[in-house]
């Protein structure tokens, strides 16, 4: 037996053991019913049962029809129809007069019922009539009773048939449907209360003529036909006002941007919104198909692959309102045959436009999401590498010096590859490119889990530590880096040793990734000056001969020279043997009006670089002879010993400039001597 062979076996065997009992209710009340017309008297006339018969048969046929999922239901006058009989009659000859009225409506409608249909139908409205009638009695109806009296015993056997009716209808329609009782019982709750509240009146005031005369009961047939018109006008209005709500709300749902989330929800929304079992929507071009109900997605992946599906198909493209884009087609899932009346038809086609709509947003919104996460993506990795660059490196470092009390202690290694433009020169920017992916391949394997590893620029990387327990750890993971780049890398079949400088920074207190990029830098090109003799360097502040004062006083220096801010300090020169001063030391000062007093290693490097060289060297040699010229007039004659930059002796103009001070102050070449100045 298939798997839809055996659930539907179930599916019936669970539907008999619902329809069963009310069945059982049913028999019970004719068996009860034809007793009693056996043993006592119930006269009744014959006119009078054929038109209790039609009067059943009117109200079972004029009915309004909802369709929920694959089944048709019906909301029919039978209640009514019961409760003006049980006024004109005894209930035993109203209960048999139910069922053959309904039994003859089944046989001459133009569509036969399902046989468990029919026999739930007329069970379920025999049972009622039985039950309405007990109620009837029980709360003190008597034939004859004035028209005021009438109401409350009335009313009584009215809610009853009421109430029995949802009780034995529900759980039926609910196994049908596949929906719960609970969203049943919600559905055209309004509508339902609306028409049973209407119809007690219809009730009450058809007993009042009959009590006229029971001739007239002949025209309640036609009364409730006009009734029931304007019922149903009033049901078809409210189900379209409906209808158009529900699809309003449908469509906005679908407003979203993640098309995951409109597909799912076109789905649950669809099924809802039409009654159907199951909806799928598939995507032509990328081959996807959704599938489910209102409550789940049942398939989610390739139309390929989807499961095949059972039943009844309404079928809808996916085209815009121009009908130029075709994106795929939405299908409604029904058990059973079903068809769709024109306004449900306009409604699908509004709700297929609308869904390819935001498919086409969704889709846009998701390829510009790509685009963009592309451009991030190669805006902060090395192409080449794949490794992160300099603007991941600054960006994660500074989101992580930002964290005040993160754990441990955050350092930076910067590497860079000796030698290694004699590898593009030699063997071509193909195979040092080559070097750089195994390199970066070496970095990326030997790093930790929390190490940034990213590529610079040109030949330098830098590995970003975090965590650490201590400043020197860093100095043990760089080594340890750095070993891996030394086991020879394999280029086109050549074996190739690649050497590498280590500049170490632990993280500053202030300036953030800049200065501690700068501070590695700074160790790095230490270790690339010590000529091999040490391979990673530790920034000191001491050997740092950038540092952001420096630079400072970079932009201040031609005000100095220009203002005499440079001044000469001297120190004597002892002859160790005899104590005596043998001549003196001019060391420059810079009197800076801002900083104070400034010591020449501070500012020395600087001026060397700078173009202010010659004019300082002259300033400072102006300062030292008129001292010299000075104590010579006194009777001190001591030479003067003045600090040269090797740029300035290499300086063919220079000569000329020292003789001519010379003879301006007087003093012969011997009151004068040059030495390498001090740092």
């Known amino acids: ?65 909802v369709r929920i999922r694959s089944t048709n239901h019906h909301i029919a006058w039978t209640e009514t129809a019961i409760l003006v009989s049980l006024a004109l009659a005894p209930a035993e000859w109203v209960v048999l007069c139910v069922g053959v009225g309904i039994a003859a409506a089944m046989t001459v409608a133009p569509s036969r019922l399902p046989l468990i249909k029919a026999v739930f139908g007329i069970a379920k409205n025999m049972t009622l009539a039985g039950a309405a009638g007990l109620a009837l009695h029980l709360s003190g109806w008597a034939a004859g009773q004035p028209p005021i009296e009438m109401v409350t015993p009335l009313a009584v056997a009215y809610c009853t048939a009421v109430v029995l009716d949802e009780l034995l209808t529900l759980p039926v329609i609910a196994h049908a449907t596949g929906k719960t009782g609970s969203e049943l019982f919600r559905q055209h709750l309004g509508l339902r209360v609306a028409s049973a509240v209407a119809r007690f009146p219809v009730i009450v005031g058809t007993l009042a003529i009959l009590r006229m005369d029971n001739w007239l009961l002949v025209a309640v047939p036609p009364l409730l036909l006009s009734l029931h018109l304007a019922y149903s006008a009033r049901v078809r209005s409210q189900v379209e006002r409906t209808a158009w709500k529900q699809l309003a709300q449908a469509t906005d749902a679908l407003n979203v941007v993640d098309l995951d989330l409109v597909l799912a929800t076109a789905v649950h929304q669809a099924s809802e919104l039409f009654s159907a079992d199951e909806v799928d929507v598939e995507l032509t071009d990328r081959g996807r198909t959704v599938r489910g109900n209102s409550r789940e997605i049942a398939y989610d992946g390739p139309s390929t692959d989807a499961p095949p599906a059972e039943g009844s198909v309404i079928a809808e493209k996916l085209v815009g309102h121009d009908e130029s884009h075709d994106l795929g087609v939405v299908r409604l899932r029904f058990r059973a045959p079903v068809k769709l009346n024109e306004r449900e038809r306009y409604t699908l086609s509004t709700f297929a436009s609308a869904l390819c709509t935001a498919v086409r947003n969704a889709s846009a919104y998701q390829e510009l999401t790509r685009v963009a996460d592309e451009h991030a993506e190669a805006a902060a990795h090395d192409a080449l590498t794949g490794l992160g660059n300099r603007r991941q490196l600054l960006d994660h470092g500074t989101e992580l010096l930002g964290q005040r009390h993160a754990d441990g202690v955050t350092a930076l290694l910067l590497i860079d590859l000796n030698h290694f433009k004699e590898v ?56 340890r880096l750095l070993a891996t780049l ?194």
């Open 486 to 679: 030394q086991e020879p890398l394999d280029i086109d079949g050549m074996r190739l040793r690649v050497e590498a400088s280590g500049g170490i920074a632990v993280a500053p207190p202030s300036g953030g990734m800049p200065e501690l990029l700068r501070r590695a830098d700074v160790a790095m090109y230490q270790a690339k000056r010590s000529g091999g003799q040490q391979r990673i360097a530790t920034y000191a502040p001491a050997s740092d001969t950038a540092d952001v004062v420096r630079l400072s006083l970079g932009g201040d220096l031609p005000r100095a020279v220009a203002e005499h801010e440079f001044c000469v300090d001297f120190q004597p020169i002892v002859d160790l043997g005899t104590g005596t001063v043998v001549a003196a030391e001019a060391i420059a000062r810079w009197h800076h009006p801002d900083r104070g007093d400034i010591d020449p290693i501070r500012f020395l490097e600087t001026i060397e670089r700078s173009g202010l060289l010659a004019t300082f060297a002259d300033a400072v040699l102006d300062e030292a002879l008129g001292a010299a010229e000075t104590w010579q007039a006194a009777g001190f004659d001591l030479p003067v010993a003045v600090n040269v930059a090797p740029r300035s002796l290499l300086d063919p103009q220079f000569p000329d400039r020292v003789a001519a001070r010379l003879r301006a102050h007087e003093l012969p070449p011997s009151g004068s001597s040059s030495n390498s100045p001090r740092r």
């Open 1 to 65: 037996m298939t798997r839809t062979n055996r659930r539907d076996a179930g599916t019936d065997r669970r539907l008999r053991l619902l329809v069963g009992p009310v069945v059982i209710l049913a028999v019970a009340a004719t068996v009860v019913s034809i007793y009693r017309l056996a043993t006592a008297e119930l006269p009744v006339r014959l006119p009078t049962l054929l038109t209790l018969t039609l009067l059943a048969a009117v109200g079972f046929t004029v009915k309004v029809t």
């Open 424 to 479: 593009n020169d030699t063997l071509g920017h193909g195979a040092g490119d080559e070097v750089l992916i195994q390199v970066a391949d070496r970095l990326r394997d030997a790093a930790q889990g929390d190490d940034l590893v990213v590529r610079l620029g040109g030949d330098e990387f830098a590995v970003l530590f975090q965590g650490l327990s201590a400043p020197a750890v860093a100095t043990h993971r760089a080594e």
